[in-house]
């Protein structure tokens, strides 16, 4: 049984940081494809940083390149995302998800397992 437990969500101020994390059980992270997604109200969930092959593979979505950095802690079985310079276009529920193939790609169908989510709002 695979579960992804998220972490670090809050409110924060208009170029603030934050750091999510993803506890990942039952799926070894290093041979899996992580990603985050996220979905603001109203509107699909979206995209926004993959990583694959033992982090040797990163993707991001083009509106958090230079802001977001995806990253894996092997040894604890972890996955962050460290948000820089967040904006309010930034606010959603932030999603990490699975896929054992390694792939990066950034449909959400093409993600097994996901986490409950959680909530991030930037203030401008």
């Known amino acids: 049984q695979v579960q992804l437990v998220e972490s670090g969500g809050g409110l924060v101020q208009a170029g603030d940081s934050l750091r999510l994390s993803c506890a990942a059980s039952?799926?070894?992270?290093?041979?899996?494809?992580m990603a985050w997604f996220r979905q603001a109200p109203g509107k699909e969930r979206e995209f926004v940083a993959g990583?694959?092959?033992?982090?040797?593979?990163?993707r991001y979505e083009d509106s958090v390149k230079g802001r977001f950095t995806i990253s894996t802690d092997n040894v604890k079985n972890m996955v962050y995302l460290q948000m820089n310079s967040l904006k309010p276009e930034d606010t959603a529920v932030y999603y990490c998800?699975?896929?054992?193939?390694?792939?990066?790609?950034?449909?959400?169908?093409?993600?097994?397992?996901w986490g409950q989510g959680t909530p991030v709002t930037v203030s401008s």
């Open positions: 990583i694959a092959w033992s982090a040797s593979m990163t």
């Open positions: 039952g799926r070894t992270v290093s041979r899996s494809t």
């Open positions: 998800a699975s896929r054992a193939f390694l792939a990066l790609p950034t449909t959400p169908p093409s993600y097994d397992y």
